[in-house]
């Protein structure tokens, strides 16, 4: 997982408030995927990004959870007005151009948020 | 729906033995399956991967066996040591359109004793 850069690594935020958690993938990698992980569960899919696209969203919250891959700089997960239930580990992944289903994904070492 | 689980949640092995973790999958469309390994605070590492036409793959000191009949997945390590106790995830993809869409199961613990 060398090379995909996440931060902040630790973010603590009180319930209302904005997190915002960034990525910047493996030097090459144009696609970008985003997962949670609860304490003692397994990482859950929320969204892949490509340069100025989303492509599947399907496991993002339908509110207050919003992510961008702009054109320059990093990809960013959006979090409005946290809650309790949103303390978790952010990963973000990269993978270079899939030309088949199989491209190996790269993990960051994760962001963890704790909403208090 | 799909999912991907684990038979055993911790697994307890000495130093030296060979450790085995076990991973049935729902989804018999699936292709591609990765197992990772996870220290405490830190990201999922890559281990190894497999595609589903074929049935087993070695890497250094671990190799997956696939078994598509049965939907079951393994992962070996050899000689286990005090460095390889994490938590083992094995990965589903459920992508098309060319993207890797990873389903993970919950988690085997891995404990290593001297």
């Known amino acids: 997982n060398a090379g995909v850069m996440q931060n902040p690594r630790h973010l603590v935020r009180r319930r209302g408030q904005e997190a915002r958690l960034r990525c910047s993938p493996m030097?090459?990698?144009?696609?970008v995927y985003w997962y949670r992980q609860l304490p003692e569960e397994g990482l859950k899919f929320m969204v892949y990004?490509?340069?100025?696209?989303?492509?599947?969203e399907s496991g993002m919250p339908k509110e207050r959870f919003s992510a961008e891959f702009p054109k320059e700089g990093p990809s960013i997960l959006r979090i409005q007005q946290v809650v309790r239930g949103d303390s978790a580990a952010y990963f973000c992944?990269?993978?270079?151009?899939?030309?088949?289903?199989?491209?190996?994904?790269?993990f960051g070492e994760g962001s963890w948020l704790t909403v208090v | 729906g799909e999912s991907v689980g684990l038979h055993l949640p911790t697994l307890s092995v000495q130093e030296g033995d060979n450790s085995i973790i076990n991973c049935a999958y729902s989804n018999s469309a699936s292709d591609y399956f990765i197992w990772y390994k996870q220290e405490s605070g830190k990201g999922p590492q890559f281990i190894i991967d497999i595609r589903s036409n074929m049935d087993k793959r070695q890497g250094q000191r671990v190799t997956v066996l696939l078994n598509k009949t049965v939907k079951h997945l393994s992962l070996q390590i050899a000689a286990t040591q005090p460095g390889d106790s994490a938590v083992y995830f094995c990965a589903e993809n459920m992508g098309s359109g060319g993207y890797n869409k990873l389903i993970f199961g919950a988690g085997t613990r891995l404990a290593v004793h001297p």
């Open positions: 992944a990269s993978s270079p151009t899939p030309d088949t289903s199989g491209n190996t994904i790269y």
């Open positions: 990004l490509q340069k100025e696209n989303i492509i599947d």
């Open positions: 030097k090459g990698h144009s696609h």
